[in-house]
């Protein structure tokens, strides 16, 4: 079974700091792009991190930049968010996910692209002032 679970979320201090972790199975762990989302009540849905094998590179949303770091250990097995520095404004459901293999991937629109068809159940991450 192919299946994405997340974990690691908590509620922290602004300034704090925490891990999120998702667990892939599966055909997902042989994906080249995965990424983390979060949404916040009464917000869209927004791309935080992405990280690509296929092209050897990382991407963050403007707003994390410097504070999150995305990583997945030698395994594939498992994909990983470091926040630091979190802020009230950080507050959101954050989702872990993964692009269909064997697609072509635009770097410049990754966050959009139309086939994040992998996702964890999402880990709420609460920042207090």
């Known amino acids: 079974q192919e299946q994405l679970v997340s974990s690691g979320g908590g509620s922290v201090q602004a300034g704090g700091s925490l891990t999120l972790s998702c667990a892939m199975s599966g055909d997902i762990s042989d994906t080249t792009h995965q990424g983390w989302f979060r949404q916040a009540p009464g917000k869209e849905r927004e791309g935080v991190a992405v990280i690509s094998q296929e092209y050897g590179i990382t991407k963050y949303a403007d707003s994390v930049k410097g504070r999150f770091t995305i990583s997945r250990d030698k395994t594939k097995t498992t994909l990983y968010l470091r926040l630091q520095s979190l802020q009230p404004e950080d507050t959101a459901m954050y989702y872990c996910?993964?692009?269909?293999?064997?697609?072509?991937?635009?770097?410049?629109?990754?966050?959009?692209?139309?086939?994040?068809?992998?996702w964890g159940q999402g880990t709420q991450v609460t920042v207090s002032s």
């Open positions: 996910a993964a692009i269909q293999s064997g697609l072509p991937v635009a770097l410049a629109t990754i966050f959009q692209h139309p086939n994040w068809n992998y």
